[in-house]
């Protein structure tokens, strides 16, 4: 039948058909299921990645925090140890003891300060019979010593000191020229490019 407003106008009702691609709610469900399933998966591997850059972030803030600080602190221990060197020995063996106790205590505070030092991490770098290495030594001169190889540390200028694996400050060292390479014959480099 149709209706009063469908035959007053001229129109034929609509029927209704049944939808060949209708979509099997049981189905959409289980695509559902799965794509919430993977966003899940996604966000607990971004939550775990987070934990862990986030650890590893405070581990390296709790060692390298004391990095400005340790800088400034080996300026001073150098101070301290250049103090020292100047001393003559005769100051030391026959001064007063006013002079051999402020001596002493020198000695004592730049012992402590290295101690302090080691205690929260900084160490010295080894530098004296080591090849050189850019990333902990700074060369300040070659010496030419035919019997070290080309390439060694030959003389410490100033100690240089690490906090874990950084740097504080590279050892400035001297280094041999003219010995024999580092380098086995069989890996020698061609310097002639």
Request: cysteine-free.
């Amino acid at each position: 039948m149709m209706s009063d407003e469908n035959a007053a106008s001229g129109e034929t009702p609509e029927v209704e058909t049944p939808v060949e691609n209708a979509v099997d709610p049981v189905e959409a469900l289980r695509a559902e299921n799965s794509e919430l399933k993977d966003r899940l998966l996604r966000t607990i591997a971004e939550m775990e990645n987070l934990r862990k850059r986030t650890e590893r972030d405070v581990n390296d803030t709790r060692s390298y925090a004391i990095a400005g600080f340790a800088r400034d602190m080996l300026s001073a221990t150098d101070a301290l140890s250049r103090a020292l060197m100047v001393l003559p020995a005769e100051a030391r063996e026959n001064g007063d003891a006013t002079t051999k106790s402020l001596i002493e205590g020198i000695e004592m505070t730049e012992r402590e300060m290295q101690r302090l030092l080691a205690k929260h991490g900084v160490k010295p770098i080894e530098a004296e019979g080591q090849k050189f290495d850019p990333h902990k030594h700074q060369a300040m001169f070659e010496v030419p010593d035919p019997s070290k190889p080309e390439g060694t540390v030959v003389q410490v200028v100033q100690a240089g000191f690490a906090i874990g694996d950084r740097v504080l400050r590279p050892a400035m060292v001297g280094v041999a020229k003219g010995g024999p390479s580092h380098a086995p014959a069989d890996e020698a480099v061609d310097k002639s490019a």
